[in-house]
Nanobody, 115 residues
């Protein structure tokens, strides 16, 4: 199994930046894709960005050009650099890892953007 621990959420003013981190442990060599999803109040969870083991990335249209997903050299920590934050980015952000035995999720970290 894969365990995920997130950090880096908080409160920021519109136009500001935050960086989220997610560190994986356990069967890390079985991970093929890591990513970030979010759930805003009253809305369904949505994909924000993903990155494959090979480094290919994918972004939701709403965050393209503002958010950047990356990993460290060991591929065990995934980052989400969020710039030019907007109030509509307010949500609980969840780290996700897809691996050979299925999918794992972090506990979520709150991001609040004030106007």
């Amino acid at each position: 199994q894969v365990q995920l621990v997130e950090s880096g959420g908080g409160l920021v003013q519109a136009g500001g930046s935050l960086r989220l981190s997610c560190t994986a442990s356990g069967s890390i060599f079985s991970i093929n894709t890591m990513g970030w999803h979010r759930r805003a109040p009253g809305k369904q969870r949505e994909l924000v960005a993903t990155i494959t083991r090979g480094g290919s990335t994918n972004y939701a249209d709403s965050v393209k050009g503002r958010f950047t997903i990356s990993t460290d050299n060991t591929k065990t920590t995934v980052y989400l650099q969020m710039n030019s934050l907007k109030p509509e980015d307010t949500a609980v952000y969840y780290c996700n890892a897809n691996h050979l035995k299925g999918s794992s999720w972090g506990q979520g970290t709150q991001v609040t953007v004030s106007s």
